[in-house]
């Protein structure tokens, strides 16, 4: 088979010949946290996997994955408004995802050979009229916010938006963030910017964009995000389940219980008194820094004789592929002994691992 025939095939099919789209789960297929259930932020906090939301007062809005989608897709990101919001000039309300430098070294922002990129997604909301985001560095200090239009209410509409590259400011081609993609909710005179142009201020989005959170239940959908090299935006990068996990483990990983018989052991160790244990969690893929740790609901340390719960992770040692865990336990476990870390069988029971951006 030759290369161009190969290449055809792989096209006609929609798999992915490579890290084209620079957005990782740009069809919100992956949720480890939430499983499809709505979470309302307070302040800053990761929903579905690599969307952040971020927002100047807690419970404003809510966000959660969706089945409702234009064809082509099966999930989306739904943000409703919880109240009908005064956004004051220096406040903000926008969902985000930081890519790694590493994903975006080839663009050489930040010189004379910067590469155009565009960008484009699907989104539906209740609301009508000129809405914005913006991209910008690390440092937040040099930005592009951009604008788009939605024409009809409640209906699916694609959306491309061309920038050209940045030949100024300072990009980051290190595992810190190299690019913050902004999509804005609702952002303040002190944050919104001229669209279409570079400015060094950190602006989140356009001047006149429609304010979601100022509509009590309000609703904005957004899927199949892309980002990519070039000044036309081509059919999204489909890449299979697997890849698109692993991608999105690379920031966060959970291990967690499900309904029926689903527990999920993780880590493997010793116990080292009655109420602790040493084990190494060995990660699923490298991670993109040292994680730190977390966990919620019932975590049994079974020795092979008693199974006491976790109280507390003491100590958190390791790298970016294995982590070594002293926990704290309940009492009951048998010095000497090996132990099993796993999750009980409910998927309010789990243990996280994050390196997120």
Known sequence: MTQAVALAQYGSTGVSQGFKNRIING????DQRNAGAS?????????????????????????????????????SLLVTSLAATTVGSSDFYLIQQKIEGFNMADLD??????????????????????FGGSLGNNAFDYTYPFSYTISAANTWEQKSIT?????????????GTGIQLTIGLGSGSTYSGT????????????????????TNGATFYITGVQLEVG?????????????????????????????????????????????SADVIAQLPVTMRAIPTTSFAGTIYVYDGGTTPTLSSVANVFGGKTGVYLNLTTSSGLTVGRAVIVYTNNATTNNFAFSAEL
């Open 27 to 30: 069809a919100m297929v992956i």
């Open 39 to 75: 979470v309302t932020p307070t302040s800053s906090a990761y929903t579905l996997d690599r969307w952040q939301a971020t927002i100047a007062a807690s419970s404003k809005i809510s966000v959660q994955q969706s089945s409702t989608a234009p064809v082509g897709f099966k999930n």
């Open 109 to 130: 922002w930040g010189t004379a050979n910067a590469k155009t990129v565009t960008l484009s997604f699907w989104v539906r909301s209740s609301l009508t009229g000129t």
């Open 163 to 175: 920038i050209t590259g940045a030949t100024s400011g300072t990009w980051l081609s290190t595992n």
């Open 195 to 214: 669209a279409g142009a570079w400015a060094a201020t950190g602006y989140q989005t356009a001047t006149g964009a429609t304010q979601v959170v100022a």
């Open 231 to 275: 000044s036309t935006a081509t059919s999204f990068d489909y890449r299979p389940y697997g890849t698109e996990l692993a991608l999105c483990q690379r920031y966060f990983y959970q291990a967690t219980g499900a309904s029926g018989n689903g527990y999920e052991g993780f880590a493997t160790g010793t116990a080292d008194a009655s109420t």
